[in-house]
């Protein structure tokens, strides 16, 4: 079995403006740090209404595609743009996404990487925010439930800052469980271990400043990786957010490549071991060090390889 990786050109015609930190150098840089592993390529699709329609309202699709300005960029909050390209590329982050689940499905591949953006974690049902348009891992979750009739998909958030997108639109899902570790205080402000979702799918673990490799391996060890086994996935979805690391300039936890090597050994151990029989996707997210995320992802890549080879 191999290792695919979803991309796609049009995640590069997302522009936001000059200083932005989620901005197209991000994916110039994985896809460059990643262009010397032997990957399966595999052209991003744009994901269909249906596909949309499983976590966001028509209403809210439209009232994305029609903000799309045809020149320059549009502002939607203080930190969320579009540019002409955005909304395509962020329909073939979902896509990408759904057609990473239906490749590990189907048996053709044993995981998955999608090199997209913008990132979607944070997109709730009816709001953008916080660089997303769409809730990439939540539509990849609820596609493997629907069109393909799964009975439990886990999806597990280690970007730096809470996952409020995927946890609202996962919130009242019983088949589903969300795990996310996030730096606490830090925006956007939720994640406290009480928000436990509808049917108690929902665990937080908030992780102080400055907290290490050492002392997160001991929470998702403690606490993260048991909840994880018990659930038993038939599919692992992956929030691969590398905003954690020590050098990013929008938080300030202290992990390092090495540190995001380790989770996702033990993610595609767990996956292995349990129903998902190994299958794991994994759809980027977050990390504004240029060379903190290029590094970051290429490890969390070569990884899945050794998992799925």
Sequence with gaps: MATALITHADGLDHVTPSGHPERVARLEHVLHAL????????????????????????TYIDRVRNAVPERGQHQLDSDTWLSPGSFR??????????????????GEVANVFCATRPPGHH?????????????????????????HGLSRVAVVDFDVHHGNG?????????????ITSQQ????????APEQRGAHDNVMNLPLPPETGGAEMKARYEAEAFP?????????????????????????????????????????????????????VVSTLEGGYDLAGLSASAKAHVEVLMEAGA
């Excluded at 990408?96 to 499905?105: E, T």
């Design 35 to 58: 262009q010397p592993l032997e990957l399966q390529r595999v052209t991003a699709r744009e994901a269909s209404e249906e596909e949309l329609l499983r976590c966001h309202p028509q």
């Design 89 to 106: 590329a962020a329909s073939r982050a979902a896509g990408g996404a759904c057609q990473a689940v239906d490749m590990v499905l189907g």
């Design 123 to 147: 997109a709730e049902r009816e709001t953008p925010m916080g660089f997303c348009l769409f809730g990439t891992a939540a539509i990849a979750a609820k596609h493997a439930l629907e069109h």
């Design 166 to 178: 995927t946890q609202d639109l996962l919130w009242d899902e019983a088949r589903a469980l969300f």
């Design 184 to 191: 606490m205080p830090l925006w956007p402000g939720s994640g």
């Design 227 to 279: 909840r994880l086994r018990a659930f038993d996935p038939e599919l692992l979805i992956i929030s691969a957010g590398f905003d954690a690391h020590q050098d990013d300039p929008l938080a300030n936890l202290n992990w390092t490549v090495e540190d995001f090597r380790w989770i996702t050994e033990q993610l595609c151990q767990i996956a292995q071991a349990s129903a998902a029989g190994g299958r």
